[in-house]
């Protein structure tokens, strides 16, 4: 039973428009999130995170938000770009596992020109 | 370079042949980590080391071994592969621990067992 989901697993968004990607959870021990980018052939790379004390962390063109009540977070990316065409992948870690991390399965972004 | 480096980038081999996946890293981080990425699954966590000496298991440790000698290294092995262990496999790295501190990814090792 997958602890992170990641229902969509691919969206497809015009060049300039914002891309939103969302993650739900199960745990509710979960406190802190984390989303990675990953393109073919390559390892993923940290994008952005946030706490559970927070409800958005923001970092240039990239938003998380967190809604803790609903266990959901959203990526947002705005504007999109074609370089960010690539999976995207969700993450979690409990209080109780301190450094154990569980990914979702990810959602594979195209940004169309 | 900052970097994380895995090998080999693949591998085949047959069921119950030993190997090894070496993961190296140069920048002094102190955790470092195993995943598995399966479609449809994700990246699971195999194990993860929080410094030299000392390693815990993730969500998937069943058939692996690891272990921290030293800092910059965390083999990943396999003492008797069977073809439910086909994947791509990760190293990652980061300063201290997984959250807060940027992780770093190696390439990516796949490996094929037949």
């Known amino acids: 039973d997958q602890q992170v989901k990641q229902n969509s697993p691919s969206l497809s968004v015009q060049e300039g428009r914002i891309s939103i990607l969302n993650c739900d959870y199960t745990n509710s021990m979960f406190d802190y999130f984390l989303w990675y980018k990953k393109y073919p052939a390559e390892g993923p790379t940290f994008l952005i995170s946030i706490s559970s004390i927070k409800d958005k962390n923001e970092d240039g063109r990239f938003t998380v938000f967190l809604n803790k009540s609903a266990k959901h977070l959203s990526l947002h990316i705005v504007p999109s770009q074609p370089g960010d065409s690539a999976v995207y992948f969700c993450?979690?870690?409990?209080?109780?596992?301190?450094?154990?991390?569980?990914f979702g399965p990810g959602t594979s972004l195209s940004v169309i020109p | 370079e900052a970097q994380v480096t895995q090998n080999p980038r693949y591998l085949i081999t047959v069921t119950g042949k030993k190997l090894t996946v070496t993961c190296s890293q140069n920048m002094n981080h102190e955790y470092m980590s195993w995943y598995r990425q399966d479609p449809g699954l994700g990246l699971r966590q195999i194990y993860y080391s929080m410094n030299v000496e000392v390693t815990d298991k993730g969500d998937v440790p069943e058939g692996y071994k690891v272990s921290r000698k030293e800092k910059r290294n965390f083999p990943l092995i396999l003492e008797s592969p069977s073809p439910n262990q086909t994947s791509l496999y990760f190293c990652?790295?980061?300063?201290?621990?997984?959250?807060?501190?940027?992780?770093?990814f190696g390439q990516g090792t796949r490996l094929t067992v037949v």
């Open positions: 990652a790295s980061s300063l201290e621990s997984a959250r807060g501190t940027e992780a770093f």
């Open positions: 993450a979690a870690m409990s209080q109780t596992s301190y450094d154990k991390v569980i």
